[in-house]
């Protein structure tokens, strides 16, 4: 993970929700930013004109797993932030606020489709059935990715930002050469989106009509940069420049995000190409463990998108439709307890990794150069009094 700076100035006060663009500061800007939104925050379902068809025949039952699968993240989440303050972790990169983003989204992937995330798509990585431990032994830094990306069709966390987007063109590129008719979705954020290898694969993805979404979680913050810094215009409208659909979904919305990721899934499985999806959201917590967001933001922003809470709005719908009783919400609470319990004790039970695994792990068949670096180390462990290296 890569150290990170925090900017040393003033908070500021800035506005928040779906803003509306001033011509001065979006002279691309076809339109205003049109939001779409199922459930409103305050729990009302709202019809949608196109995407509506998406989640028309959603069972209740369905609409309580979507619950269950955003209270269990955010627990398993907050169990990550406690575990690395109390040492167990080396850092944590949380996705408090983001949770109906992620599980809109990877509910909406199919078990072949293929997922390139960032390192922050905890709720992806649970809807695609990753144990949330190999996540955490990661962070431990116990193993160097912790799990097997085929196995779940989930690719390794990236840290170095955008080119995760690359990959998936590549490997969308290759699908539709193949003829398969599964489709990619590459998760990146709105600091990312100014990266040059996030323009240069939706120019690819466009030209080569790839079966790719691009899925851009704008959490309205890249550290301590804001998203006024990344862009003049919405995000979601950079789309039309290469050529292909973009769509602004409320990000808190966990139905509009799944049908919005539905809708361009299967696009990209009839052949007609990438799609952006600009999910508006917010980091309701630091950038990582490492960062203190106090020093350049204002509390009362943070305060405003409490009230567009994803799990509160959908417990609202839940209940008032009599879809859930107390039942229900009593054994998720014992679940989510459970969990949390299991997590804690699993990452404290992992045992520290073999000191030349690294050595192993970096090139399949052997290099000179790794035998070299071994010999050194192991020179450097031995001159240790106990030969057990610091
Ligand atoms: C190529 C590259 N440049 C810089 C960094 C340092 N860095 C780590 S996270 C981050 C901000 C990313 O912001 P965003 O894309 O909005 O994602 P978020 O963290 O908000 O989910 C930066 C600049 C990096 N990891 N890789
Ligand atoms: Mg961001």
Redesign the pocket.
């Known amino acids: 993970m ?1 150290v ?1 700076s925090t900017a040393a100035r003033k908070p500021r006060k800035r506005s928040t929700g779906a803003r509306k663009a001033s011509p001065k500061a979006s002279p691309g800007a076809r339109s205003e930013p049109e939001l779409v939104q199922l459930l409103t925050p305050e729990g009302k379902r709202v019809p949608h004109a196109e995407y509506e068809e998406y989640v028309a025949d959603i069972t209740p039952e369905e609409l309580r797993g979507l619950y269950r699968d955003m209270v269990l993240t955010r627990r398993f989440d907050a169990e990550a932030t406690s575990l690395q303050r109390q040492g167990e972790l080396g850092l944590w990169a949380s996705l408090l606020g983001q949770e109906a983003a992620q599980i809109g989204s990877g509910r909406a992937t199919r078990q072949d489709d293929y997922v390139f995330p ?1 390192y ?1 798509e905890h709720g992806v990585a649970w809807c695609r059935g990753v144990d949330p431990t190999n996540l955490l032994g990661m962070f431990r830094g116990v193993n160097h990715g912790g799990w097997d990306p085929n196995r779940n069709n989930f690719h390794l966390y990236t ?4 080119s995760q987007t690359l990959h998936a063109t590549g490997y969308a590129m290759g699908l539709a050469k193949d003829g398969a008719d599964s489709a990619v979705i590459a998760y ?5 989106s100014s ?1 040059g290898d996030v323009a240069e694969s939706f120019t690819f993805s466009a030209v080569y009509n790839a079966p790719v979404v691009f899925f851009c ?1 704008n ?1 309205q ?3 301590s940069e804001p998203t006024e810094k990344q862009t003049r215009v919405p995000l979601y409208q950079r789309a039309q420049g290469y050529g292909f659909p973009g769509v602004r979904v409320d990000g808190n919305d966990v139905l509009a995000c799944l049908a919005v990721t539905k809708w361009a899934l299967d696009r990209a499985r009839r052949g007609e190409g990438p799609t952006l999806v600009e999910a508006f959201t917010y ?1 309701m917590g630091a ?1 990582t463990t490492s960062d203190d967001p106090t020093r350049y933001r204002l509390d009362d922003e943070r305060l405003a998108w409490e009230a567009k809470d994803p799990i509160l709005r959908l417990r609202t719908y839940l209940e008032a439709e009599g879809h859930a009783d107390e039942g229900f919400f009593a054994e998720l609470e014992a679940e989510s307890e459970a969990l949390g319990r299991h997590v804690r004790e699993k990452v404290r039970a992992m045992p520290d990794p073999d000191h030349f695994a690294i050595f192993e792990n970096a090139y399949a068949d052997g290099h000179a150069l790794v035998d070299e670096e071994r010999a050194q180390f192991a020179a450097y462990q031995a001159s240790f009094a106990d030969g057990e290296g610091a």
């Open positions: 890569t990170e960032t922050r840290i170095v930002i955008g990146f954020g709105d600091g990312a990266q979680q959490n913050w890249a550290i980091r950038h």
